[in-house]
């Protein structure tokens, strides 16, 4: 044709080849070819279905190794880019359906953690209550520590620390039932603290005195024993003693035998005897007698001992012993004890 060519052998990879007004030509390219030369003489001189060219057309092809990505056996299928498989460990899916992009989705990055398309999830926004917050794996979500008060009572790392141990109706420190501090006996107001119940108030006239807190405020202080107070024990050694209210608070309340009275104003103590050199019959009255050891008995003092050489002649204990018997001649060393013959007293002792 024209200069002796031969268009069978000239014009490649078409159909309909020809020879007109001296020049070859074809009717159309061949599947995968194309005229990208703009040459009709020499047909469809270019392969359109190469991997680092894929295309319908010579204007639309692309490198399917940039293209495609995480994948393996990238290849060019008629025009369009595929591959054989995903990367290995499933670290990649593809999710959109679309091969000419690949393995476009992550499984194995926090915020796309999972082990195919429809089992992904977020851990940054499931993970709760958490810290280093990661994807493992197994597409699974991980981290490394739960935040204070928190733990993984569910055993599933997706979800995080998800149950709450410092939990007022729930108080604890590891999985498991806890204390319901706002259950406790005679209690008013306990809270969780770090995971251990701490009674902040008890109910009116109830404390926690034995330090218990699983029995709460178990002792009624309208009681002798815990009398207002842990520990405030009524007692009256001379009488009888209670526990009652004084205004909206428990004091003890104890009631004097006879010659007993409450004179240290001590209503936990009770009664003191009006019988006592401090308090001889009436709070406060001491027995002090002169030159005498005294004593109290039925509410009068009494002398119990004379000091030396002194001497209750009158027989008065009330002005104590009042004699000096240490140089009184009538009364010489004893009351009535006269020295004879005008014989004078010195230290108690006649002088002959």
Same mark, same amino acid.
């Given at each position: 044709?024209?200069?002796?060519?031969?268009?069978?052998?000239?014009?490649?990879?078409?159909?309909?080849?020809?020879?007109?007004?001296?020049? &070859?030509?074809?009717?159309?390219?061949?599947?995968?070819?194309?005229?990208?030369?703009?040459?009709?003489?020499?047909? &469809?001189?270019?392969?359109?279905?190469?991997?680092?060219?894929?295309?319908?057309?010579?204007? @639309?092809?692309?490198?399917?190794?940039?293209?495609?990505?995480?994948?393996?056996?990238?290849?060019?299928?008629?025009?369009?880019?595929?591959?054989?498989?995903?990367?290995?460990? @499933?670290?990649?899916?593809?999710?959109?359906?679309?091969?000419?992009?690949?393995?476009?989705?992550?499984?194995?990055?926090?915020?796309?953690?999972?082990?195919?398309?429809?089992?992904?999830?977020?851990?940054?926004?499931?993970?709760?209550?958490?810290?280093?917050?990661?994807?493992?794996?197994?597409?699974?979500?991980?981290?490394?520590?739960?935040?204070?008060?928190?733990?993984?009572?569910?055993?599933?790392?997706?979800?995080?620390?998800?149950?709450?141990?410092?939990?007022?109706?729930? &108080?604890?420190?590891?999985?498991?039932?806890?204390?319901?501090?706002?259950?406790?006996?005679?209690?008013?107001?306990?809270?969780?603290?770090?995971?251990?119940?701490?009674?902040?108030?008890?109910?009116?006239?109830?404390?926690?005195? @034995?330090?218990?807190?699983?029995?709460?405020?178990?002792?009624?202080?309208?009681?002798?024993?815990?009398?207002?107070?842990?520990?405030?024990?009524?007692?009256?050694?001379? !009488?009888?003693?209670?526990?009652?209210?004084?205004?909206?608070?428990?004091?003890?309340?104890?009631?004097?035998? !006879?010659?007993?009275?409450?004179?240290?104003?001590?209503?936990?103590?009770?009664?003191?005897?009006?019988?006592?050199?401090? @308090?001889?019959?009436?709070?406060?009255?001491?027995?002090?007698?002169?030159?005498?050891?005294?004593?109290?008995?039925?509410?009068?003092?009494?002398?119990?001992?004379?000091?030396?050489?002194?001497?209750?002649?009158?027989?008065?204990?009330?002005?104590?012993?009042?004699?000096?018997?240490?140089?009184?001649?009538?009364?010489? !060393?004893?009351?009535?004890?006269?020295?004879?013959?005008?014989?004078?007293?010195?230290?108690?002792?006649?002088?002959?």
């Amino acid at each position: 044709c024209g200069a002796l060519h031969d268009c069978t052998h000239d014009v490649q990879n078409a159909s309909g080849v020809s020879c007109a007004s001296g020049a &070859c030509n074809y009717g159309s390219c061949n599947s995968g070819f194309g005229d990208c030369d703009s040459t009709r003489p020499n047909g &469809c001189e270019t392969n359109l279905w190469q991997t680092e060219a894929c295309g319908t057309t010579c204007g @639309n092809r692309v490198d399917c190794l940039q293209t495609v990505h995480h994948v393996l056996g990238t290849y060019c299928n008629q025009g369009s880019c595929d591959f054989t498989s995903c990367v290995p460990v @499933n670290a990649y899916a593809n999710c959109d359906g679309v091969h000419s992009n690949g393995c476009e989705t992550p499984l194995k990055e926090v915020t796309s953690c999972g082990t195919n398309c429809l089992v992904r999830r977020d851990c940054t926004q499931t993970v709760r209550h958490a810290t280093g917050i990661s994807c493992a794996t197994t597409g699974n979500c991980a981290f490394s520590a739960c935040d204070a008060g928190y733990a993984s009572c569910d055993n599933n790392t997706n979800n995080g620390c998800e149950a709450l141990l410092w939990d007022d109706t729930n &108080c604890r420190t590891q999985c498991g039932t806890g204390m319901n501090c706002t259950t406790l006996s005679h209690v008013q107001t306990a809270h969780c603290v770090t995971g251990t119940c701490e009674i902040q108030a008890c109910a009116n006239l109830y404390k926690n005195c @034995n330090g218990t807190v699983s029995d709460g405020c178990e002792t009624n202080l309208l009681n002798i024993n815990n009398c207002g107070d842990c520990g405030v024990h009524c007692i009256n050694n001379f !009488g009888t003693t209670s526990c009652s209210l004084s205004g909206n608070t428990a004091v003890c309340n104890p009631q004097c035998a !006879g010659n007993s009275a409450n004179c240290d104003n001590n209503l936990v103590n009770g009664c003191e005897s009006l019988e006592t050199t401090t @308090n001889c019959g009436s709070c406060g009255r001491t027995c002090s007698l002169y030159h005498a050891n005294a004593s109290c008995a039925g509410g009068t003092c009494y002398i119990q001992t004379c000091e030396t050489l002194w001497g209750n002649c009158d027989n008065n204990d009330s002005n104590g012993c009042e004699h000096n018997l240490s140089n009184d001649r009538f009364n010489c !060393g004893s009351c009535g004890h006269r020295c004879p013959d005008a014989s004078p007293c010195v230290g108690g002792q006649c002088q002959y």
